[in-house]
C-alpha cells in the first residue's frame, strides 16, 4: 500500500492504479462481516437486488410475496458497526402491492424518484418513491420475468420488457405506452439487458437456447445472434446451430464498459462474448450450477483490475476471474439458494439475496484497524519500559 | 455558502513530453516541451533555446509527435482509435493539430484489438507497403510482439509480416527502425533485441540491468544511432553496426550499448543538434546537455549546459516567513528519488547582495555609463570615493545635485537646484553652466544624452546639449506648478525625443508635450488629490507606455501613441504606500522599470502584458542600473543609509532555491499532526491521539475506527479533518472533557482522497484521485440529525492536476496598501507536476460575476486544438451528477492576460451587457478587483 500511494505521490503511477489495485484487493477479500446487517424484513424469497447510482446509498429490493423494500445503504451509527434499515416497504397490507412474486425490480437511472418493478402477476409498475404509489401500470399477457431501463439513455426512455410471450416488448416511459415488439425469438424471454455503452443496443435470453442483441432503431429483426460454436457447424447439431447454450438462457449481463457480454444457461455453463461481434471468447468458467427456471441475476465487479463475476451458485455465490475464467471463491452464508446478487462499485461490495428471506452483505476485509488491547498494552509497557510504545504501535500495524 | 477561485501560481514544471523538429517554420528549428497541460514552443539557436509562444490545453497531453501531412505514416494510429471504436476500446481521445503538430490527449491509448490482453507499447514501422503497427503485449504466457498491417479500406487489423513470441517478460518499449535496416528493437529490463521477422539480434549487457529503461529517442536519421535514458538518470547510446552483403544489401550486424553518463532521471529525450541533448524530466530538473566526443575526468561525456526547473512531484510543503518580512516563502518537497530537495520557493525578484555600504543621508543615487574603458574597473572603494566625491563636488555649490549625471563621451551633465553644469569627466572642469534667469532654484529636471528638460516653479525649460555647450532652445508656462517630467527618447529617435511627458501639481494631471515648441499634446487627468511623483515613458516588448507614479504609492500606466502622443488604455494598480520613483534598467536584454518605494517592485512586461513582481528588499528609496566589469548587469539601490549594489534574478519566475533533502518514513503511519500539545496520528483506518505522559512517554488518549483507511488529517482548533482513501473527508471533533473522539459529519461521496484542508469552520476543501478539487460544507443549521450528518458537497472544479498537498498561506505581502483584494483567505496547493496554485474565498458576486465573466471569455477565446472548455472538466472520470459548481475556473481567467485588447473588449462588453447595472457601472472596482486577482496568480 505504501509503494502504491509513494508511486501515486510521486505521479510514478496513474492515481487509477491505486485505486484499481485497493479495489481488487477489497473485492479479494469479500467476507461476511460481523460489521454490516441488512434489515430482514421478506418473509418470502428474495428475486431481485438494485442499488441506485446516483448516490450509490438506496437499494431496493423484491421478493417471491409481491413485497418491495427500498434499504439505505448508508452509516449513520458514526460507528463502523451498522444494520442497513429498511426506510420503507410496499408491503402485502397495501392496496398496490403485486399480486404474485416480483422478479425484477429497477431503480430509474437518472433519478431515485422513481422505480420500476415487474412481476408474475403480469404487471409492470412504475412507482413514485415519495408516495410509494405506482405512477403508470403496464398489463401484458403473461407472466413478467424480466425488465430493464438503460442505464445510459438520453435519446430514449424505454423499458425493455420480458414475458411468457416470445415477443420482447418496448415500454415508452415517455407516452405511457407499449411501442415497439422485437421478433424473433421462440421461447420465453428470461433476461433482457440494455447495453452500458450504446443506447439502442440491446439483448435478450431466452429458453429457446438464443441470445439476440438487437438495435432497437432497426425494424428488421436482430443484429445477430450469439453462437457458442462461432460458426463452427460441424461442432454443432443441426438444431442446436446459432445458440448460445444447450439449455435455457436465463441470465444476462454486460461487463461494466459494456465491450463484453456474460451469459448463463441452464447447461451448467456461463460464456463470455464480444458484444460488438457476437463471438465466443470462448473462456473456460467450469461447471457453473444453474437450475433456475426463472431469471438468474448476477453481477460483474467495476473498477477493478482485473474484473470480477459474482454469480449465484446454489447456496453460494461464486466470485470467478471474469477474463481468466477461474474461480476464485464461492461466498457461502445463504441457507438456501441464492437467487440474485449487486455489486456496490463505490465501496466493492456485494449484496446477495436468497430463499432464504436474506439480504446479506459481503463487505471486504479491512486493514487491521491497530486496535490496542489496552491491558496486555500496559502489561508490555512493564515487560519492556525500555521501548517507546509509540514506535512499537506503528511496527506491529505494519506487519498486520 | 462558500464561494471559492482557484487561481495558478506556477505553471506546472514537469516534462511530460517532448519533440524535435521544424514547426513554426520550415528553417526553425523547434523544441516543443509538453507539461502537462501546456505547451512550449522554443526555438533552438546557437545561444541556446530561445522561447516563442506558449500555450495552455483544456487536457492533458498524452502523446505529443510531430508529423507532416501525407508524409508520415505515424497519424494512424490515432485515427484508427477514433474511428474503430467499435473494436478499439474506447479512451477519451482527443485530437487536435495545431500546424502541422498533431496532439492527442486524454487518457492512454490502449488498444484491445481482437485480443484479450494488455497492449504495452505500439509503433509503426517503417519501410513496409501498407501501414503496419508493430506492438508488444501482454497475455498471461507472458509478453510477446505482434505486427499488424492496417487496411484502411475495411478499417481493420490484418495479421502483419512478423511475429515473435515470448519476447522478455518486461519488454517495455519498441522502437522502429528505419530503412534500410527496418524491423523493430525492443528493450527490455535486460535485453534488447533486434527484430526484423528474418534476423533477430540480441545483446544482454549486464549495464542496462541496474535499472530500467523509460525512454528513447532517434539520433540520426537513418537509425544508426539512439539516446537510451533510464530510471537512475543513466543515458547511454544505443549503435547498430551495420555491414554490406555481397549484393550490396545493408544489414544489421550488431548491437552495442555504452553508457555515455548521468542526468536528471529522464521522461523523455530529444536530440536537437550538435551533440546537444534536452533532457525531460518528470521526477527533477529537465537538462540542456552537450555529449562531448571525449569523456571528461569521472569517464561522462554528458556536460550539462542548462537547466530548468522543476517542482514536480511535490510530495508536501509547507509556507514559512523566514525573512520576517510578512512575506510568505513556500519551502516544497520536490523531485523523486535521487533527484529529491527541498526548495524554498517565493513570490518575487530576488536581488543578491553583492557589496553594500553603510551611507548616511543618501539623497539620490547616479549613473555613470561608463564608456569603453574609463570606470568600467569601479570597484566598491572607488565607487564609494566617487559617491562621496560628488557629494564633496556638491559642497563647493552648496547645493545638492539632483542626481542626474550623465556622462557621454568624456563630458558629463550636473544638474543642482542652481544650476545645469556641463562638466568633463576626467578634469572636472566646467564646460558649460546653464541657470535660470531670476536664478530661481530648478525644482525638477530630466535629462537623456542629448536634451535636458527642467522645470523652475510652473515654466518648463528645454536645452539642448552641444559640444561643450549647453542652449536653451525653448521655454514655456504651464498651468500649475510641476511635479515630475520625464523626456526618455523612445522608438527610433536615436537618443532624442520628441515628447516630453509632465505631471502636474493642483490639477493632478499628466500631459505630454512636443518638444521643442511645448505644444500640447495629451492631457490626462488622474483624479484624487495625490500629487504625481514620477513619471516615465518606457517600452515593454515594442510597446510604449507612460508610467505615471503618485505620491501614495499608486501607479497609472498608459499606452502610448509616440507619434500623437495620444495615451490610452487607462490602468491603475497600488504598489506601496509611500512616493514611488521610477527608474528604467535593463536586464537580460530586455527593459524594465524599478518602483523605488516602501514595496519595491519590478514592472517587466510579459505576453504584452505588464506585471509587477516584488522584490526581496525592504525599502529603497533611489535605484540606478550598473554594469561594470566588478559588476556585471548590477543594480545600485540604496535608502535612507545603505547602498547595494546587487544582480537581480531572471525574471518571470518563482524564486526558487535549492537547498539538500532526503527523507525516510517506517511503518504504516500516513500522517501525523501536533494537535492541542499532544500528538495525532493515523494508523491504517484507525485515527489516535497519544498525549505525554510525565515520564515523557507517549500513552493513548482516545481512538477512531470509523475509516477505510485514515490518510490525511488536518486540525483546527478541536476539529479533526481526516481524508479517508476511498471514502471522501469525516469530520472529528475532540471533546477534551471526556477525551475522546466525536463523529461531526462525514462526506458520502466515494471520493479517493490525495489531499484535503481547513478552509474555516464550515468548509472543507478536498482533493481527490480523478484531479478534482471539492468543498464541503458543514450545515449546522440543519433540522435534522441525518442532514447534520451529512457534509454537503457545494463546489467542484476539474484541476486537471494531482494535488499531494495543501498549505494555509499565501505567497503575496498582506494588506497591500487600500488594494481591494475582494478575497478571504488563502490555501496553497502543490501537485505532481510541479504546479503550485491558489484557493481563496469570494463573495457570492465576485463570484457571479467571475462566472459570467469566464462563460463569455470561452466565447471569444478561441482554444488551442479546438478542444472545448466545457469539455474539460467532463473529462474527469469520476461521475458528477448536477452539483452546484461554486469554484470559480482559473484556465480562462489566465487567458485574459494574454488577450488582445479587442477581445478582452469584447468580452468585457459581453459581460457589461449581461450584467446588473450596478455591476457594469463599477468598471473601476472591476477592473481593479481583476487585476488584483490576476496579480495574486502571478
Known amino acids: ?400 | 455558502m462558500s464561494y471559492n477561485y482557484v487561481v495558478t501560481a506556477q505553471k506546472p514544471t514537469a516534462v511530460n513530453a517532448c519533440v524535435t523538429g521544424h514547426f513554426t517554420s520550415a528553417e526553425d528549428l523547434n523544441l516543443l516541451i509538453a507539461k502537462n497541460t501546456r505547451l512550449e514552443i522554443y526555438v533552438v539557436t546557437a545561444e541556446g533555446l530561445r522561447p516563442v509562444k506558449e500555450v495552455g490545453l483544456y487536457g492533458k497531453i498524452a502523446v505529443m509527435e510531430l508529423f507532416r501531412p501525407k508524409v508520415c505514416v505515424r497519424t494512424h494510429p490515432e485515427e484508427l482509435s477514433l474511428k474503430q471504436a467499435s473494436s478499439v476500446r474506447k479512451y477519451r481521445l482527443g485530437l487536435t493539430r495545431v500546424g502541422d503538430l498533431l496532439l492527442i490527449t486524454g487518457a492512454a491509448l490502449l488498444t484491445r484489438c481482437a485480443l484479450n490482453s494488455q497492449v504495452i507499447d505500439v509503433q509503426f514501422l517503417y519501410g513496409c507497403q501498407a501501414p503496419t503497427v508493430c506492438f508488444i503485449y501482454q497475455d498471461p504466457q507472458g509478453r510477446h510482439v505482434k505486427t499488424y498491417e492496417v487496411s484502411l479500406r475495411e478499417k481493420e487489423f490484418n495479421k502483419g509480416p512478423w511475429k515473435q513470441e515470448n519476447v522478455e517478460a518486461e519488454a517495455s518499449m519498441v522502437i522502429p527502425v528505419p530503412e534500410p535496416f527496418g524491423g523493430a528493437i525492443i528493450i527490455g529490463q535486460e535485453s534488447i533485441t533486434y527484430h526484423n521477422g528474418d534476423k533477430y539480434l540480441a545483446i544482454a549487457p549486464p549495464t542496462i540491468k541496474q535499472s530500467t529503461i523509460v525512454c528513447h529517442n532517434r539520433v540520426d536519421p537513418n537509425g544508426s544511432r539512439y539516446l537510451l535514458g533510464d530510471m537512475e538518470g543513466r543515458l547511454f547510446m544505443l549503435l547498430l553496426e551495420k555491414e554490406e552483403l555481397m549484393d550490396g544489401a545493408v544489414v544489421l550486424k550488431d548491437l552495442h550499448v555504452e553508457l555515455l553518463g548521468e542526468t536528471s532521471i529522464a521522461e523523455c529525450l530529444t536530440y536537437l543538434d550538435n551533440g546537444v541533448v534536452f533532457v525531460g524530466s518528470r521526477l527533477g530538473d529537465s537538462q540542456l546537455v552537450k555529449l562531448n566526443v571525449d569523456s571528461n575526468d569521472q569517464g561522462s561525456y554528458v556536460a550539462v549546459m542548462e537547466t530548468f526547473t522543476n517542482l514536480g512531484p511535490i510530495v508536501d510543503m509547507c509556507v514559512v516567513d523566514l525573512e520576517r518580512q510578512g512575506q510568505g516563502q513556500l519551502v516544497t518537497c520536490s523531485g523523486a528519488f535521487k533527484e529529491g530537495s527541498l526548495r524554498i520557493i517565493r513570490n518575487g525578484i530576488g536581488i543578491h547582495e553583492h557589496a553594500s555600504i553603510d551611507l548616511p543621508g543618501i539623497k539620490g543615487a547616479v549613473k555613470f555609463l561608463g564608456g569603453a574603458s574609463s570606470r568600467s574597473t569601479a570597484s566598491v572603494l572607488e565607487l564609494s570615493r566617487l559617491v562621496k566625491h560628488t557629494a564633496v563636488t556638491t559642497h563647493t555649490h552648496t547645493t545638492e545635485p539632483y542626481c542626474t549625471v550623465v556622462v557621454f563621451t568624456c563630458v558629463c551633465v550636473q544638474i543642482t537646484s542652481v544650476s545645469v553644469r556641463l562638466v568633463t569627466q576626467d578634469s572636472k572642469a566646467l564646460v558649460s553652466e546653464w541657470k535660470e534667469p531670476q536664478g530661481k532654484n530648478i525644482s525638477v529636471a530630466s535629462c537623456n544624452s542629448t536634451q535636458v528638460v527642467l522645470a523652475v516653479g510652473r515654466v518648463l525649460y528645454y536645452l539642448q546639449i552641444l559640444t561643450g555647450e549647453l542652449k536653451q532652445i525653448s521655454s514655456t508656462e504651464m498651468e500649475h506648478e510641476v511635479a515630475c517630467l520625464d523626456i526618455t527618447p523612445l522608438g527610433e529617435s536615436a537618443g532624442e525625443s520628441s515628447i516630453c511627458a509632465v505631471g502636474l501639481w493642483t490639477d493632478i494631471s499628466a500631459r505630454l508635450l512636443k518638444l521643442p515648441c511645448f505644444s500640447p499634446l495629451h492631457k490626462e487627468m488622474l483624479g484624487g488629490e495625490i500629487i504625481p511623483r514620477s513619471i516615465l515613458m518606457t517600452t515593454f516588448e515594442g510597446s510604449h507606455y507612460l508610467l505615471c507614479a503618485l505620491g501614495d504609492g499608486a501607479l497609472f500606466y498608459f499606452g502610448l501613441d509616440i507619434q500623437t502622443g495620444v495615451l490610452s488604455e487607462r490602468k491603475k494598480v497600488t504598489l506601496g504606500t509611500q512616493p514611488t520613483v521610477l527608474r528604467t534598467f535593463r536586464s537580460l536584454s530586455t527593459s524594465n522599470v524599478f518602483a523605488c518605494s516602501d514595496r519595491p517592485t519590478v514592472i517587466y512586461s510579459s505576453n504584452h502584458k505588464l506585471v509587477f513582481s516584488n522584490v526581496n528588499l525592504k525599502e529603497v528609496n533611489y535605484m540606478c542600473p550598473l554594469n561594470s566589469e566588478g559588476y556585471p548587469d548590477s543594480l545600485a539601490l540604496a535608502n535612507n543609509s545603505t547602498l547595494t549594489i546587487g544582480t537581480i534574478d531572471e525574471i518571470q519566475k518563482l524564486h526558487i532555491r535549492t537547498t539538500v533533502a532526503e527523507k525516510e518514513v517506517k511503518g504504516a503511519v500516513y500522517s501525523m499532526v501536533e494537535f492541542n500539545g499532544k500528538l495525532l496520528a493515523s494508523i491504517n483506518s484507525t485515527v489516535r491521539l497519544y498525549e505525554w505522559t510525565a515520564e515523557k512517554e507517549l500513552r493513548t488518549e482516545c481512538n477512531h475506527y470509523n475509516n477505510i483507511m485514515a490518510l490525511y488529517l488536518k486540525t483546527k482548533g478541536d476539529f479533526i479533518l481526516v481524508g479517508d482513501l476511498m471514502r471522501s473527508v469525516l469530520l472529528l471533533a475532540y471533546k477534551p472533557m471526556e477525551g475522546s473522539f466525536e463523529e461531526i459529519a462525514r462526506d458520502f461521496n466515494p471520493n479517493w482522497m490525495s489531499a484535503v484542508e481547513i478552509l474555516d469552520d464550515d468548509n472543507f476543501l478536498g482533493a481527490e484521485n480523478a484531479f478534482n478539487l471539492f468543498v464541503c460544507q458543514k450545515d449546522s443549521a440543519a433540522t435534522t440529525d441525518e442532514e447534520r450528518q451529512h457534509l454537503q458537497e457545494v463546489g467542484l472544479f476539474h484541476l486537471g492536476e494531482f494535488v499531494n498537498v495543501f498549505s494555509h498561506g499565501s505567497l503575496v505581502l498582506q494588506n497591500l496598501g487600500e488594494s481591494s483584494t475582494p478575497t478571504q483567505g488563502s490555501v496553497l496547493f502543490g501537485t505532481v507536476n510541479g504546479m503550485i496554485g491558489l484557493v481563496t474565498s469570494l463573495s457570492e458576486s465576485w463570484y457571479s460575476l467571475l462566472l459570467d465573466l469566464q462563460n463569455r471569455l470561452n466565447k471569444v477565446i478561441k482554444s488551442v486544438g479546438k478542444i472545448e472548455h466545457s469539455l474539460y472538466p467532463s473529462a474527469a472520470v469520476r461521475d458528477v451528477n448536477s452539483h452546484s459548481r461554486t469554484l470559480s475556473h482559473t484556465h480562462t481567467h489566465t487567458h485574459t492576460l494574454t488577450l488582445t485588447h479587442s477581445a478582452r473588449k469584447g468580452a468585457w462588453t459581453l459581460l457589461v451587457s449581461h450584467c446588473d447595472v450596478e455591476a457594469a457601472t463599477d468598471d473601476l472596482l472591476w477592473r481593479r478587483g481583476l487585476s488584483t486577482l490576476l496579480h495574486h496568480s502571478f
Open chain 1, 1 to 400: 500500500m505504501l509503494s502504491f500511494l509513494y508511486a501515486r505521490q510521486s505521479g510514478l503511477d496513474d492515481p487509477v492504479r491505486l485505486r484499481r489495485a485497493e479495489s481488487t484487493r477489497r473485492v479479494l477479500s469479500l467476507e461476511l462481516n460481523h460489521n454490516r446487517d441488512v434489515d430482514r424484513i421478506h418473509g418470502n424469497g428474495i428475486n431481485t437486488l438494485d442499488i441506485e447510482v446516483i448516490d450509490g446509498r438506496y437499494m431496493l429490493s423484491g421478493g417471491s410475496d409481491g413485497v418491495i423494500v427500498i434499504y439505505d445503504l448508508e452509516n449513520n451509527s458514526k460507528k463502523p458497526q451498522y444494520t442497513c434499515k429498511a426506510i420503507c416497504t410496499v408491503g402485502r397490507s397495501s392496496r398496490h402491492v403485486h399480486k404474485f412474486s416480483v422478479e425484477t425490480v429497477q431503480w430509474y437511472p437518472h433519478d431515485t424518484g422513481m422505480f420500476v418493478s415487474s412481476s408474475f402477476d403480469k404487471t409492470l409498475k412504475v412507482w413514485d418513491t415519495e408516495t410509494l404509489k405506482p405512477a403508470e401500470e403496464f398489463q401484458f399477457d403473461g407472466n413478467v420475468y424480466c425488465h430493464h431501463m438503460s442505464p445510459i439513455a438520453r435519446k430514449h426512455s424505454l423499458v425493455a420488457v420480458g414475458t411468457k410471450d416470445p415477443k420482447e416488448q418496448l415500454c415508452d416511459l415517455k407516452s405511457g405506452s407499449r411501442i415497439h415488439i422485437l421478433q424473433g425469438h421462440r421461447g420465453e424471454i428470461l433476461s433482457v439487458r440494455w447495453s452500458p455503452r450504446y443506447e439502442h443496443i440491446l439483448a435478450t435470453a431466452s429458453t429457446d437456447s438464443r441470445v439476440r442483441v438487437w438495435d432497437v432503431r432497426r425494424a428488421s429483426g436482430s443484429l445477430f445472434t450469439l453462437d457458442q460454436h462461432n460458426g463452427d457447424k460441424s461442432k454443432a447439431s443441426s438444431e442446436a446451430v446459432n445458440t448460445a447454450h444447450n439449455g435455457r438462457v436465463n441470465g444476462l449481463c454486460f461487463t461494466a464498459d459494456g465491450l463484453h457480454l456474460l451469459t448463463t444457461g441452464t447447461d451448467d455453463r456461463m460464456r463470455l462474448w464480444n458484444s460488438a461481434t457476437g463471438e465466443n471468447t470462448l473462456v473456460n468458467y467450469g461447471k457453473v450450477v444453474n437450475e433456475s427456471r426463472k431469471g438468474l441475476r448476477f453481477t460483474v465487479s467495476r473498477g477493478c483490475s482485473p474484473e470480477f463475476v459474482f454469480v449465484p451458485c446454489g447456496s453460494s455465490v461464486a466470485v470467478y476471474g471474469l477474463h481468466s475464467g477461474e474461480l476464485i471463491t464461492m461466498l457461502r452464508g445463504h441457507y438456501n439458494n441464492v437467487d440474485c446478487c449487486e455489486f456496490h462499485p463505490d465501496y466493492q461490495e456485494l449484496y446477495s439475496g436468497g430463499k432464504d428471506c436474506n439480504v446479506l452483505a459481503w463487505v471486504p476485509v479491512l486493514r487491521q484497524p491497530d486496535i490496542e488491547d489496552d491491558e496486555t498494552n500496559s502489561k508490555r509497557g512493564e515487560a519492556q519500559a525500555t521501548i517507546n510504545p509509540a514506535f512499537e504501535d506503528a511496527w506491529s500495524s505494519d506487519e498486520d
